[in-house]
Nanobody, 127 residues
Framework: QVQLEESGGGLVQAGGSLRLSCVAS????????MGWFRQAPGKEREFVAV????????YYGDSAKGRFTLSRDNAKNTAYLQMSSLKPEDTAVYYC????????????????????WGQGTQVTVSS
């Protein structure tokens, strides 16, 4: 089992920045992928970004490219999603998720691969 806990959400104006954190605990996770997804009201869950814990390689969804940066701190068992140039359409609940079933980040865009999910953190971007 892997437990995940997100934090860092909040209200920000358009053009601003936020950094989300996801702390992982539990089962050995040197081989996991950790992904970020978001879900806005009435919409499907959308892939944001994913990182391979072993080597830090990343893969981004189209909405995140050029604006978001995903990194991890092995010593703290924490992943960070730095979000910049935020837009109102970025408003959503953001979830981190983990899987042992994939190793390549470019395969980690589908939520069905993930077995462990955090409770989510709300991000609201005002115009």
């Amino acid at each position: 089992q892997v437990q995940l806990e997100e934090s860092g959400g909040g209200l920000v104006q358009a053009g601003g920045s936020l950094r989300l954190s996801c702390v992982a605990s539990g089962r050995t996770f040197s081989s996991i992928l950790m992904g970020w997804f978001r879900q806005a009201p009435g919409k499907e869950r959308e892939f944001v970004a994913v990182i391979a814990w072993r080597d830090g390689s990343t893969y981004y969804g189209d909405s995140a490219k050029g604006r978001f940066t995903l990194s991890r701190d092995n010593a703290k068992n924490t992943a960070y999603l730095q979000m910049s140039s935020l837009k109102p359409e970025d408003t959503a609940v953001y979830y981190c998720a983990a899987t042992h079933r994939l190793s390549r980040p470019d395969r980690g865009w589908a939520p069905g691969w993930y077995d462990y999910w955090g409770q989510g953190t709300q991000v609201t971007v005002s115009s």
